[in-house]
């Protein structure tokens, strides 16, 4: 049943408001806000007595005037939201855009005196704009706002905020061509900051538009793996989801590959650095996710696993099975190992030279557990060793599949 409200009614409600302080006008758009969240335009229109621009100029109009004086506002953006999120609302965005609204909320995004719920509602208000059509995208890009949002998310370092601010770089991306690389250069200059929160969105946001804008490059590549050695878990996961993205694009996909080996074996600096503290060295993390995500992309792809194998993987993993004073690590290698010593009878052969028959077979039945049985002499034999498998080479992906049936069958009966 649809709401009325009386002329009386809508007069007395202008009246308060333009004859209200602050807080009365606050107190009307939280009214507002919680009884029309929902409503279609004509349903606005029907309850303000079809004066629905008379209220939405009234709250533009304070927005523009107290912005910059602080204050709540995140009542007056959510409250405009309402307006412009309407179904059927088509008039009420023109009748904003036209006062300059969007200058207005790009402008409030680099206010240092605006709270952060402030930015937040403010990217959330350009997104509800955005996902009206192209026509309002490009206004929003061609006001700096994918700039504006970028230098936002930079500087903030609240979960939602960010978030906020990587919806609305996602939405300005689809469906709007002309700005798509804009978008997506912006989120490839976020990687290398300080901010974590601002990594992990970044390359959340440009694994969901990579295929919108064509291959990736190798210097993409070099950023996200250097985010394997955050401090942070979810900056992992995200760099960890991008890279497996990525190598699914011929372009990089040996540079993906050869990028995640170099990065087993730490160089002989990091190597001799006494430890500090029992806190594991960015290097030993940034190995330890190297080791997972190669073993994922391995598990998943025989065509990656030759390629891995090839460039020197098995070499690299060995020696990383041997760092004791980083067990993630060991554990992850050894996982990483085990998919390889089944897919490849090369490498369970090199692996039983390495570790002798005896610790292989118990190697393959928990490989996780070994590196707590390997012995000093162990220890000391996989570090020095410097073995280099050799694969047979195959003319065709059926002959791939074929001798990668053989050898797990080879390798079963041993």
């Known amino acids: 049943m649809v709401k009325k409200t009386s002329t009386i009614g809508l007069q007395q409600l202008l009246h308060e408001w333009d004859h209200g302080k602050t807080k009365t006008r606050e107190k009307i758009l939280a009214n507002f806000i919680a009884r029309h969240k929902d409503d279609s335009g004509p349903d606005l229109e029907s309850e303000l007595a079809e004066a629905g621009s008379l209220f939405l100029t009234r ?95 930079a500087r903030s370092y609240t979960a939602h905020t960010q978030e906020c601010g990587r919806s609305l770089l996602y939405s300005l991306a689809h469906g709007n061509p002309r700005y798509q690389k804009q978008v997506y250069q912006v989120l490839k200059d976020l990687l290398p900051s300080t901010n974590p929160g601002t990594q992990r969105v970044a390359a959340q946001g440009l694994r969901h538009i990579q295929k919108l804008v064509g291959p990736p490059t190798q210097a993409l590549v070099e950023n996200v793996l250097a985010l394997l050695r ?68 391995c598990e998943d792809s025989i065509e990656l696993a030759t390629i891995a194998v090839e460039e020197g993987a098995v070499q690299s993993l060995i020696v990383v099975l041997s760092n004791v004073r980083h067990p993630p690590s060991q554990k992850h290698s050894a996982r990483t190992l085990s998919h390889l010593v089944r897919m490849f009878v090369e490498v369970h052969d090199t692996l039983k030279e390495c570790l002798g028959p005896e610790l292989l077979e118990e190697f393959l039945k928990a490989p996780e557990e070994i590196h707590k049985k390997l012995t000093p002499t162990q220890l000391d034999k996989l570090i020095s060793t410097n073995t280099q498998v050799i694969l047979p080479q195959s003319s065709s992906d059926d002959e791939s599949l074929e001798l990668l049936a053989q050898q797990t069958q080879a390798i079963e009966v041993q």
């Open 230 to 297: 955050s401090l942070y878990s979810d900056v992992q996961y995200e760099a960890a989801e991008l890279l497996k993205e990525l190598v699914t694009h011929e372009e990089v996909r040996e540079g993906v590959i050869t990028g995640l080996i170099v990065l087993l074996t730490p160089t002989l600096d990091d190597a001799l650095r006494p430890p500090v503290s029992d806190t594991p060295l960015p290097q030993h993390l940034q190995q330890a996710a190297a080791a997972k995500v190669l073993g994922l992309m």
């Open 59 to 153: 709250i533009s109009t304070w927005l523009r005037l107290t912005y910059l004086l602080g204050g709540n506002i995140k009542i007056q953006l959510d409250a405009i939201k309402v307006f412009l999120s309407a179904s059927c609302g088509q008039r009420y965005l023109s009748e904003f855009l036209e006062v300059g609204g969007v200058l207005t909320v790009l402008e409030i995004l680099g206010l240092k005196t605006a709270k952060e719920e402030d930015k937040s509602a403010a990217m959330t208000l350009l997104e509800t704009i955005s996902n009206c059509g192209r026509k309002y995208k490009e206004v929003i890009c061609e006001s700096y706002g994918v700039r504006a949002a970028a230098e936002c998310m």
